[in-house]
């Protein structure tokens, strides 16, 4: 998937404040489950998330992305990090908290793969344990047809991604259209991103067909909401 962009990652999304979701996840965590003590990050990307996470938790992440990972293991030195995908991972124990964030969920595409892989993360929680899912723009709130654009503009880096939203159908294809620009000369590549758009109630559907009683908060961490699946003890 990141195939071109995984070293820019980071350069792209530095609007984002990761110090202040992963206190609105603390909180949230506190709220569901306040014995938490481990936390998994399941399409961790980079890392930015655990980076602030693991000050109150023992944390892990995997992801599906070895380049992504990689930049991740030089930020986070001594947390564990996995290779695999989310649908089909076994890493053999359990943690309080599952998290997947910033749309990943998505990726799974469809829905069987939805909830084969919220059933893979609620194997992965203990008793009192938490699943908690960040999803996509849901199809009501998706726009077709319209064009986007993400700029970077650093002293010795510079990032031009252009994209148009994929046709109308529960799979959307996006293809992004990279121009970079470093000291050492300039580069285009296109990179194509398959995502599911699904509805909340297959979001909610998906966690109650795992076992767990589903929450909903419709703000979340960016506006895009959040879902909390709770396992019983």
Known sequence: MFTGSARYYDAIYAWKDYADEAEVLHQTIQQRNPWA??????????????????????VEGLDLDPELLQIAAGRLPNVPLHLGDMAEFDLGRT???????FSSIAYAKTRENLDRAVA????????RGLV?????????????????ATF????ALKIARINTSGPRGP??????????????????????????????????????????TAHHSPHGLMGRGLYVGVRSR
Not at 95 to 101: E, G, Q, S
Not at 132 to 148: A, F, G, N, S
Not at 152 to 155: M, R, T
Not at 180 to 186: A, K, S
Request: glycine fraction near 6%; charge should be negative.
């Open 95 to 101: 943690f309080d908290v599952v998290t997947c964030l």
């Open 120 to 127: 893979n993360l609620a194997r992965h929680t203990s008793r």
């Open 171 to 212: 799979v959307t294809v996006l293809d992004f259209q990279y121009t970079v620009g470093t000291p050492e000369g300039i580069e285009t590549f296109t990179e194509r991103h398959e995502v599911g758009l699904f509805a909340h109630e297959e979001y909610l559907e998906a966690l109650t067909n795992a076992g767990l």
């Open 37 to 58: 003590q481990t936390l998994l990050d399941v399409a961790c990307g980079t890392g930015r998330h655990l980076e602030h996470l693991r000050k109150n938790y023992t």
């Open 132 to 148: 908690i899912l960040e999803p996509w723009i849901l199809p009501e709130d998706y726009r077709y047809d319209e064009v986007h």
């Open 152 to 155: 970077v503009d650093e002293p």
